[in-house]
């Protein structure tokens, strides 16, 4: 029977790999179906298997009329629930049929923050739904409608599952687009054949924009390969085809020529590269294109658009990896030296091999692109993930930095890079990379650009560290700054004269040598710079305090 309670799988406790391929199958599943009625009836069966819910529901929005229609279900007992129609910001269903956010209640009857409407009310009464959850449809910034799950009894759908709903969601939207595109097209033929009202040539077109669908179609599912979906589009329009990131940085081409195809005199044309109303790029024909040629060119941006989402997937699942192996190396002494190496060598690093430790700093809404454009690099064998608040990558490579400084150069970006290692010992890692994390926060605390390795920074690096993070009580130069505001007001040189002195174990002779002075001059410095600092300045404990003071206030100057 329809309404026969489906087995609840362990959506929060399977594998991601696992998860990944279900969701890949489900959208290749939906998104290969070219009729509209078979891509409804996928889609909810599908979402009702995959969460294991008693029902799962689609409704089409219409705005025009402020009000959501169900369409399709799977699970649903009563012919008033399965033909609901809901007011648009009512409920559940009219909450996400506005096409803004996901929207959850564990106990639809009873929930106070929902606007309820009396006779939609009974109907859920009647079908005995207690929970719902829902997301919406939108494709290219258009509402299409909501994919919903419920129970008929209360539950929280956690934020794995929610996730898990809008992912299929996002995939479904625009197989339910391109099947109801196809459709159109397909009954625009048919009226065309039917009428015969327009010429031979227009007929070709649509014909040709079919045809182009369908290979297109056979390459994304086959292998969601961007820069295959790019050729079959060159070969169709026979120019040259361009796919760029919304910034403008390349991300595939038919052609090995870098050019940019914006730069010449020759026309080009240009369509956007859009997914659930998130702009993903653009793709640049070599040549100017007329009409029919465009919408052959908006084909291939749909199947592009597709082909960069499940690209994503595979990454976002593959940086999940890394993240957690990453935390594993760095923070988990008791993992076994067996799993370590497994780690690694899931990302080509060989057990035993030296290993460097990069903290790079990077914004956080940039850090995505920027592990994009260094994994371009080709650096050998590489693990790469954010890491709290910078981005961490672990590699074997010597020949990292000029690279490195060549793309942050290229792309503008400010490079800061803390190092830690090479270290052989996997357990050693850890150090190496707090030592890394030490030397980056140096970089930030003195506002310098470069790279800096934390072995040669000592306990200088930590207290620049901790004043970054603003956990020291008072500024690291303050035991000097009597000496600085003499400096200032006589134009002297105390500052310079005590670092010499400490840095001399106390020598008056190698001071008077190091700055040119007479010994006596030395001399009558080091009683006004006492007279300043007060009697012990240049003796333990205040030695150290004063010594780590001038070390900040020259690393200060080299910054500025």
Known sequence: MEHTRMPRPPVAGRPREELLRVLLDTATDITALRDVEAVLQAIVRRTRALLGTDMAYLSFTDLDRGETEIRQSAGVATLAYRTLRQPLGTGVLGQVGRGLAPYQTSDYLSDPTLTHVPEIDEIVRAEGVRAIMGVPLTVGGRVLGALVVAERSPRVFSPDEITVVDSLGRHAAVALDNSMRFEAMSRLVEDLVTQQRRSAEELSVITRVLELDERLMDAVMGMP?????????????????????????????????????????????????????????????????????????????????????????????????????????????????????????????????????????????DRRRRMQAVRALGLRSVMMATHHDHVCMVTPEARWEEPLRALFASRGWTLRVGIGGPVEDLRKLGDAHRRAQLALGSLVALGREGVLDGAELGLLGALLDLARRGELPVSLTAAIDPLRAYDRMRDTDLVRTASVYLESDGSVARVADVLHLHRNTVRQRLERIGALLGPGWDVSPRRLETHLALRVLEAQDQAS
């Open 225 to 365: 390969d961007v820069r295959r979906v790019l050729e079959i589009g060159s070969g169709v329009l026979a120019c040259e085809l361009w796919l760029q990131d919304p910034d403008g940085a390349p991300i595939a081409a038919t052609t090995e020529d870098p050019a940019d195809p914006h730069a010449g005199s020759v026309p080009i044309a240009v369509v956007p590269v859009a997914a659930a109303g998130e702009p993903l790029g653009r793709i640049v024909a070599g040549r100017g294109l007329d009409a029919p040629e465009t919408a052959l060119l908006e084909r291939v941006a749909v199947h592009a658009a597709l082909a960069l989402l499940f690209a994503r997937a595979e990454e976002d699942a593959d940086l999940r990896l890394q993240s957690e192996a990453i935390d594993d190396l760095l923070e988990r002494p008791d993992v076994s030296r067996e799993r370590l190496e497994r780690l690694l060598q899931r990302w080509g690093l060989q057990p035993g091999e030296p290993l460097r430790t990069l903290v790079i700093d990077a914004p956080e809404a």
